[in-house]
């Protein structure tokens, strides 16, 4: 009980980093960005390319990893989705959508359509036992990274001038920037913030999930599902909602293989018939 209880926290985790992203465009810049699983992709293949064709160490492809794709999506931010901040939802969702397809041709013809998985260190290798459960090492090192980020992203979003920023000018832009404040800086820094997170989840799937030119759309489910059952109004309501979906996928597939699938999207259709807004949704939320 305790091995499927980690390794549901572990992939809730991973859950979360990959799509918290997406939960802070969507839900501070009201932005709805369904590409961000290729930026997740992208870093996902940027750690097989680094430690399995030349040999460098995962302690050094993460923050690769986190660093390309947040260049990435900075250079996406300024020169493409700036286009689209003043548009309608289904013109953002679209465009997205098209950008989802055009990163898996690209990665389908440079990598081949077979699945990648990373050749991990000896010292995150094997299990070790506790209290009679047996836990896989790279998990806990999963378990860990994802809980210094959520805790840095909260310190950083509720005590932080540049988390004051950027509320207001998510808020009014326009008073924003009579405060003085660059708005367009802020977005962003915001973007790219986000898509280097996914892009460090990326890396970090390909030790416990299969990685190929599919991987956005495969996910882009998930993503979508933590967000709608946490909301958008803060960091510790995804946070949570990838908790309770990990551990309940990795258990429901554990214990009753021929639903286990089925289980997490049973959660979110009764979680947005009781709660459409999410379990953790400021009620003071705009």
């Known amino acids: 009980m305790l091995t499927i209880l980690f390794d549901g926290i572990a992939y809730g985790m991973l859950l979360f980093v990959l799509g918290i992203g997406l939960s802070i465009t969507l839900g501070l810049m009201n932005f709805i960005n369904l590409a961000h699983g290729a930026f997740a992709m992208a870093g996902g293949y940027l750690a097989v390319v680094m430690m399995n064709m030349y040999g460098i160490s995962i302690y050094w492809c993460l923050p690769a990893a986190f660093a390309v794709s947040a260049v990435l999506g900075a250079v996406l931010e300024r020169t493409l989705y700036v286009r689209l901040y003043d548009k309608s939802h289904l013109d953002q969702v679209l ?19 077979n699945q990648q998985i990373i050749n991990l260190p000896p010292s995150l290798e094997g299990r070790v036992d506790f209290l009679g459960a047996s836990i896989g090492i790279y998990r806990l090192f999963v378990i860990a990274i994802c809980s210094l980020l959520t805790i840095g992203l909260q310190l950083v979003l509720s005590k932080t001038r540049f988390g004051s920023q950027l509320r207001a000018a998510v808020d009014d832009g326009r008073a924003a920037r009579g405060l003085g404040i660059n708005v367009n800086f802020i977005f962003a820094l915001t973007f790219a913030v986000g898509s280097g997170l996914a892009g460090l989840g990326g890396a ?37 909602a990838s908790l309770l979906l990990g551990v309940a996928d990795v258990a429901g597939k554990y214990y009753v293989p021929a639903v286990g699938g089925f289980i997490i999207y049973t959660i979110m259709v009764v979680v947005l018939i009781v709660r459409p807004q999410g379990l953790f949704t400021r009620s003071t939320a705009r």
């Open 204 to 240: 970090l799937s390909t030790g416990i999930v299969s990685l190929d030119p599919t991987f956005p759309l495969k996910y882009m489910i998930y993503f979508l599902i933590v967000i709608s059952v946490g909301g958008t109004t803060t960091i510790t309501g995804p946070f949570f």
């Open 95 to 113: 465009f997205s959508i098209g950008l989802v397809f055009i990163a898996m041709a690209l990665v389908d013809y440079a990598m081949g359509a």
